[in-house]
């Protein structure tokens, strides 16, 4: 990772960049949504946002996570969870994803987690072979189906 890269928690300062760099990996939310969820990341002891930002504090990426009580596949409770990781394309490969990893996997640690896990898009066979790429090991997929009461 570039030496003019830093990692720290998101702090209400860099929401707007944060909202930027959300609505690229989450393309179907409105603003609303986005804002809401930050603040109810930000707000959370269960969840946190970590974020890569240069010298002059212009973010890079960033990862949420959070910590489930159950997990497909994993035993144990708590379990850490990534929800989301996002590098700006033209600072892929550069060790910035690598580095919001290994932050999480200590928050996750920290937060006495023996396990962590992430999903992605049946159709995402880039973020799939990510995962794979990195140590995680596919557990099963399932197409999921909700009904409103």
């Not at 690229?24 to 990341?41: F, G, K, N, R, W």
């Not at 690598?98 to 640690?109: S, T």
């Amino acid at each position: 990772m570039s030496t003019h890269v830093h990692l720290r928690v998101v702090t209400p300062d860099l929401f707007a960049q944060w909202k930027r760099l959300r609505n690229s990996l989450y393309t179907d939310l409105d603003p609303a949504q986005h804002e809401h969820e930050m603040e109810v990341i930000h707000s959370s002891a269960d969840q946190a946002c970590f974020v890569a930002a240069s010298a002059d504090d212009k973010l890079l990426g960033f990862i949420e996570v959070s910590l489930r009580n159950l997990v497909d596949g994993c035993d144990g409770s708590p379990v850490g969870y990534i929800e989301g990781l996002f590098v700006t394309p033209n600072r892929r490969r550069q060790g910035i994803g690598a580095a919001l990893m290994a932050r999480a996997a200590d928050w996750f640690r920290e937060s006495g987690c023996s396990a962590m896990a992430t999903d992605s898009e049946l159709d995402d066979a880039e973020a799939q072979a990510y995962w794979q790429r990195i140590g995680f090991d596919e557990i099963w997929r399932i197409v999921q189906f909700r009904k409103a009461l």
